[in-house]
């Protein structure tokens, strides 16, 4: 079983809609939540990082943490078109731990 | 201010031989992480290095192996090429050997013939 887990897509979303991704985490240990994004032949760029339960907002991305049930998302409202990449969700247990990638999640936002 | 730098770009190696890649942590970082990325795979964490040591390893063979210089600066050494590391290899900077703020440089893409 992978350590962190992501649907591969393509979630295709039309422009102006909410992309919904979801992430779920087997190491119980895990503290820290990150998300990054990564368009075509580019390098991650992280967009949110979340660390308690509950939900933390910025801009148009909203992460939710539910450590109980191992499973952090991403909402992203209003898609644009230049939201299409690929989204990577990684956990790490601690400042000093190893960073832990998905597969991450394949999304196309459609005008 | 210059962001996280890597060298070279593209690279291309025949199986059984050895490469180093390079990279150039963002101005203020002193720590630097080495990423293996296989095409539609997440980045896989090989190592961490601070104040010039491995800090953390991944689930990489001795084959990988690094170094870290006085400037910050770090290279990566894969010894005894396999068709499987051909892959996009990312370097990632943050400050004071934690990970929270990591900044990825744009990679090098190795190709094993």
């Known amino acids: 079983q992978k350590e962190v887990e992501q649907n591969s897509g393509p979630l295709s979303v039309p422009e102006g809609a909410i992309a919904s991704l979801n992430c779920t985490y087997s190491?119980?240990?895990?503290?820290?939540f990150f998300w990054y994004r990564q368009y075509s032949g580019k390098s991650p760029e992280l967009i949110m990082s979340?660390?308690?339960?509950g939900d933390k907002e910025d801009g148009r991305f909203t992460a939710q943490l539910n450590k109980a049930s191992q499973y952090v998302s991403l909402l992203i409202r209003d898609s644009q078109p230049s939201d299409s990449a690929t989204y990577l969700c990684a956990a790490s247990t601690d400042s000093w731990g190893k960073f832990q990638f998905g597969a991450g999640t394949q999304v196309v936002v459609t005008p | 201010d210059a962001g996280v730098t890597q060298s070279p770009t593209h690279l291309i190696k025949t199986r059984g031989q050895q490469v180093t890649l390079r990279c150039s942590p963002k101005s203020g970082h002193d720590t630097v992480s080495w990423y293996q990325q296989a095409l539609g795979q997440g980045p896989q964490f090989i190592f961490q290095y601070y104040e010039e040591e491995e800090r953390q390893r991944g689930n990489f063979p001795d084959r990988f192996s690094g170094h870290q210089f006085p400037n910050y600066s770090s290279e990566l050494n894969v010894n005894a090429l396999l068709l499987g590391d051909s892959a996009l290899y990312l370097c990632?900077?943050?400050?004071?050997?934690?990970?929270?703020?990591?900044?990825f440089g744009p990679g090098t893409r190795l190709t094993v013939t």
């Open positions: 979340i660390y308690s339960n």
């Open positions: 190491d119980r240990v895990s503290q820290s």
């Open positions: 990632a900077s943050s400050w004071g050997g934690q990970i929270y703020e990591q900044y």
